[in-house]
């Protein structure tokens, strides 16, 4: 089946550090990725819709300055954290779709914990 | 707008019995799909099933099926012969929109789903 890797999967900062996740589709190419946010024990919250070649759609209430995301080819969308601060600490969790729509397959997630 | 509403935070299954998980959706849009996801304390999405909207059959996948009721927009999943690596939240997920468009995913709250010996 389809894989989505993600990297780091844990990362501690101290608070004013820019953190940078990458995600991965290694067998497919994705032209569209989303990023997720998770709180614990809560939903997944989209945050922004990644499109390669162009810039990132973001969900309401998401600042894009402060979440960065790029997505320079069908197989890599990054999303950086700048500036980042102990309310940022979550779970980040990426998605691809397959262009055939019927499925979107998630990476493992990464876990954010700035200090 | 779209709405995924998962009415059970938690559920508990003996071993080897079938449970089933509620999901029910909201949307305007003809044209949809509904999927199921496991995500087991490590954190990672476990895609378990799809059903589009236009789909006659109910779909199935191994110990999984969905048992999907257009009418009364309701798409529960069933697991049947429960086993203790079940154990986890299950997230109903609904997108809209034709197939082979990427669109987002609509999440319900889950449903955490404990096995028992």
């Known amino acids: 089946g389809a894989v989505v890797s993600q990297h780091p999967s844990r990362v501690i900062c101290k608070s004013g550090t820019s953190v940078k996740i990458e995600c991965r589709s290694l067998?497919?190419?994705?032209?569209?990725m989303f990023w997720y946010r998770q709180f614990p024990k809560k939903s997944l919250m989209l945050m922004a819709t990644?499109?390669?070649?162009?810039?990132?759609?973001?969900e309401q209430g998401v600042e894009k300055d402060k979440f960065l995301i790029n997505h320079a080819s069908l197989t890599l969308s990054t999303l950086t954290v700048t500036s980042a601060h102990p309310e940022d600490s979550s779970f980040y969790i990426c998605?691809?779709?397959?262009?055939?729509?019927?499925?979107?397959?998630f990476g493992p997630g990464t876990r954010l914990t700035v200090l | 707008a779209q709405k995924i509403t998962q009415t059970q935070p938690g559920m508990f299954v003996q071993e080897k019995e079938a449970v089933t998980l509620d999901c029910t959706y909201d949307?305007?849009?003809?044209?949809?799909?509904l999927f199921w996801y496991k995500q087991p304390s490590s954190g990672e999405m476990i895609f378990l099933i799809y059903?589009?909207?236009?789909?006659?059959q109910n779909a199935t996948e191994g110990r999984y099926s969905l048992n999907f009721q257009k009418a009364r927009k309701s798409a529960n999943l069933v697991i049947s012969a429960s086993q203790l690596g079940d154990s986890a939240m299950y997230f109903c997920a609904m997108r809209v929109g034709g197939g082979g468009t990427a669109s987002k995913l609509t999440f319900g709250t889950g449903t955490r789903l404990q096995v028992t010996l």
């Open positions: 998605s691809a779709d397959r262009d055939r729509g019927d499925t979107q397959y």
């Open positions: 067998d497919f190419q994705a032209t569209t």
């Open positions: 949307t305007s849009d003809p044209s949809y799909g």
């Open positions: 059903q589009g909207s236009y789909d006659q």
């Open positions: 990644s499109n390669e070649g162009s810039k990132a759609t973001y």
